[in-house]
């Protein structure tokens, strides 16, 4: 196998885990993982410390350069790339767009380990578009990019069956470590040219843009079934919420009920030690919450030190 020079890009901890692959098969196969782009440094905590991205901490044990541009546009970070001489760029959930040097100059090209079964969920937040969508599948895509978003010809794609009670961090996670095996099997095979990248058929094409904060506002005038999965889709950001008495209240785990038993859309009612709220279709059952600047609970330790809130209205 002929000595090849890999940049990797991406930014996340399930990145984090493919890049640990990726130095594997490297080694494997007698190549080299000459560089890492991942996100520049954020800062978090009560004192807002710098502090570098899951994959730029994992370049560090590993001892491999890494690189954290704010963009990649400008002339000298074209300049910065081609001195790495990269034969192939692997890239996970890097978070920026790839201009045409780093896409097209490497000789094997750009490899995007996308957690959906393309053309379906396109874009920024796909196993979260998945859930959200209740759909009864998802996958894994290597893809080699072209300037489209997500539109680039498929090298090798798997798919797994859901079961209805995922979460986003869990499922993609899951996603990510099957493109790792995925990886293992396919780029040797595609750097020797025993793999023709496929066009990616047009019908069923979907997208999945980036999450707001906005995304996360409960409208129970939507079914049951919806809001449920959105406790699901949107985890740990932005969250499902509704607002009681003029404060946040987030929805961390419910269970949809076929039945609302006449309550209107976002009237409560105690059932047990549990909570029921109509919604437009159905009715949601809360398990688990989250008031503004509290700890997470059970919905009926909640309601315990909040008895008003079995007959309360919730906003739509």
């Known amino acids: 196998m002929e000595s090849l020079r890999i ?64 963009r990649l546009t400008p002339p000298e970070e074209a300049v910065r790339f081609r001195a790495l001489r990269p034969d192939l760029v692997v890239l996970a959930a890097y978070g ?102 496929a066009p990616q058929r047009q019908e069923g094409a979907a997208y999945a843009p980036r999450m707001t904060k906005a995304d996360g506002e409960i409208a129970w005038t939507e079914s049951a079934a919806l809001i449920e999965r959105k406790t699901r889709a949107y985890d740990p950001w932005p969250g499902a919420a509704t607002r009681w008495e003029g404060r946040r209240l987030a929805v961390t785990a419910a269970s949809a009920a076929s039945d609302a038993a006449g309550l209107e859309p976002g009237r409560t009612r105690r059932e047990g030690d549990s909570v029921l709220v109509g919604t437009g279709e159905g009715a949601l059952r809360l398990l688990r919450v989250k008031p503004e600047g509290g700890a997470e609970m059970d919905a009926a330790a909640f309601l315990r030190g909040r008895p008003s809130f079995a007959d309360a209205l919730l906003p739509s």
């Open 96 to 197: 920026l767009l790839l201009p045409p040097p780093f896409l097209f100059e490497p000789r094997f090209g750009a490899v995007n380990v996308h957690p959906s079964l393309l053309p379906r969920h396109r874009g920024a937040s796909p196993a979260a578009a998945a859930i959200l969508a209740g759909d009864a599948e998802t996958g894994t895509t290597l893809m080699l990019m072209d300037e489209g978003l997500d539109t680039g010809p498929v090298l090798a794609q798997r798919s797994v069956a859901l079961s209805g009670g995922e979460r986003t961090p869990e499922l993609t996670a899951r996603l990510f470590a099957l493109g790792a095996e995925m990886l293992a099997e396919t780029l040797p095979r595609y750097v020797a040219g025993e793999i023709e990248p």
């Open 7 to 70: 940049v990797f890009m991406g930014s996340p901890e399930p990145a984090a885990a493919l890049l640990t692959s990726t130095v594997r098969i490297a080694a494997a196969n007698g190549w080299a993982v000459a560089a890492v782009y991942a996100a520049p440094d954020k800062p978090e905590g009560r004192g807002r410390r710098l502090t570098p991205s899951p994959v730029r901490r994992q370049a560090g044990e590993l001892g491999i350069p890494a690189l954290t541009p704010s």
